[in-house]
């Protein structure tokens, strides 16, 4: 570098306290010019260079599931790649120059030069990247706290529909059989006597009481044509519309044989469709209430899961964060064998139980991962030596060892580039260790994959 150019390095806030005899720390550096467009890093890729704006702007921009998210905007006396050279990791932004810059740039080499001779800017660079971690970090713990959300609302969409339409398809049906039973009810109440009445109120209360078999697919496909048959040979109409529900009652052709033998001739058919409508009503009525009450479950694992309206640290019960969160990745594990091998008596903890929720779902769903959503999983508690053990098992192929060792390093991942941070399980292990003075191990063989999340008894809030 000239000595004008020298100057203008020398003005930027980095450098600016540099005396005379510490500028030997900038040898090896050199001027770069970069028109709009250039690319200085990309991401996922070892660049080995740091740069310092000298003139100009350069816009750091992620990828997050195929979309484009600017991260920050670098202007003049801005520097950038500091965090990947000390980290030795790959990029995690693309670095594109925006305006026409000026740049200084330092070399792999020429970076730890620097930091080693003069102290005053290395302090800044590990304060900088200090800064940029947990900047990062934080970003991308809320943008993957949003994209788990946006995946758990479209299970729970799934899952809600489900008894949504089937309360929705009952309230329609119950309308139509309700105007069925009073059509029946108008008839018949011209043409019995009292006794009649009784016998009909009798019969309606034995079979609305009666404990129906278990019953296969085929033994009832047969008991519906037996009833059918038997209620078309009486010349009762809609026979086979009729049946279904008298099988899944707990009735047969005697029971309806004995019925009717109290009706006058000209009325059984009214009877017996008054008595099908009313065993309907009964079918239609708890099929809205196991709906609703499904729909009332959903909601209420998802309030408790994120702990809406209630203080960040209380006293949780570890299973109920558990079994939350499995009900929010519910749609992930239909076709996953899921054991649970829970310990009931462990005590609760005082935690930040969203944020662990925040870890399960992060362990939980890495194991769905490793068995392609069809392998077992196995998720226990247990009590060992004042602490709360959680384990996730999976039966997967496993982590070759050569991951093992990168596991909690800082955007190390194993997914393609837009696919993941690289701070999932960063993130777990520090809910874990420093918001709840615990610790995260795993253990890893083909075919096994065990993670075990310890969490102290008696920790102060």
Request: contains cysteine.
């Amino acid at each position: 570098m000239n000595s004008s150019e020298l100057q203008q390095v020398r003005s930027t806030p980095l450098f600016a306290k540099l005396t005379d005899d510490q500028l030997g720390c900038l040898d090896g550096g050199e001027i770069i010019e970069a028109p709009v467009g250039t690319v200085l890093a990309s991401e996922g890729e070892h660049t080995g260079f740091f740069h310092v704006i000298l003139e100009g702007e350069v816009r750091a921009t992620r990828t997050y599931d195929r979309q484009s998210i600017l991260l920050g905007v670098n202007k003049a006396g801005n520097y950038l790649g500091e965090t990947m050279l000390l980290l030795d990791v790959p990029w995690v932004a693309t670095c594109r120059v925006s305006k026409p810059a000026r740049l200084f740039r330092l070399n792999q080499e020429s970076f730890w030069r620097m930091l080693v001779t003069c102290q005053t800017v290395a302090r800044d660079i590990f304060r900088s990247a200090s800064n940029r971690m947990r900047n990062l970090e934080g970003y991308s713990q809320q943008r993957e706290k949003l994209v788990s959300l946006g995946t758990m609302a479209a299970g729970l969409a799934h899952e809600l529909n489900n008894p949504a339409a089937a309360a929705r398809r009952a309230a329609s049906y119950l309308q139509r059989t309700t105007d069925n039973v009073q059509s029946f009810l108008c008839r018949l109440g011209k043409a019995l006597e009292p006794e009649h009445w009784q016998h009909l109120l009798n019969a309606a209360q034995e079979a609305a009481e009666r404990k129906p078999p278990e019953l296969d697919h085929l033994a009832r496909s047969d008991g519906a044509d037996t009833i059918g048959n038997w209620l078309n040979t009486h010349g009762i109409a809609a026979a086979w519309d009729l049946a279904p529900t008298f099988v899944n009652a707990g009735l047969d052709v005697a029971w309806l044989e004995k019925f009717t033998e109290n009706i006058p001739p000209t009325s059984r058919a009214d009877a017996l469709g008054w008595l099908e409508a009313r065993l309907n009503l009964k079918s239609l009525a708890t099929q809205v209430e196991q709906s609703t009450g499904r729909i009332a479950e959903l909601v209420k694992a998802v309030k408790s899961y994120s702990y809406m309206d209630q203080s960040p640290m209380q006293e949780v019960d570890i299973h109920e964060g558990i079994e939350n969160t499995l009900t929010m990745l519910g749609h992930k594990l239909k076709n996953v064998t899921l054991v649970r091998a829970f310990d009931r008596s462990v005590p609760r903890i005082m935690a930040y139980g969203s944020e662990l929720n925040q870890v399960w779902t992060n362990l939980i769903d890495n194991a769905i991962s490793a068995v392609n959503g069809t392998g077992k999983i196995c998720v226990g508690t247990s009590l060992e030596d004042d602490q709360l053990v959680v384990e996730i098992v999976d039966n997967g192929p496993g982590i070759p060892p050569e991951v093992q060792a990168h596991m909690f390093e800082p955007f190390f991942t194993t997914k393609s580039v837009g696919t993941g941070t690289g701070l999932g399980l960063v993130i777990s292990n520090r809910i874990v260790g420093d918001r709840h003075g615990g610790e995260i191990e795993f253990e890893s063989q083909p075919g096994e994959t065990r993670f075990k999340v310890r969490l102290p008894i008696n920790r102060k809030p």
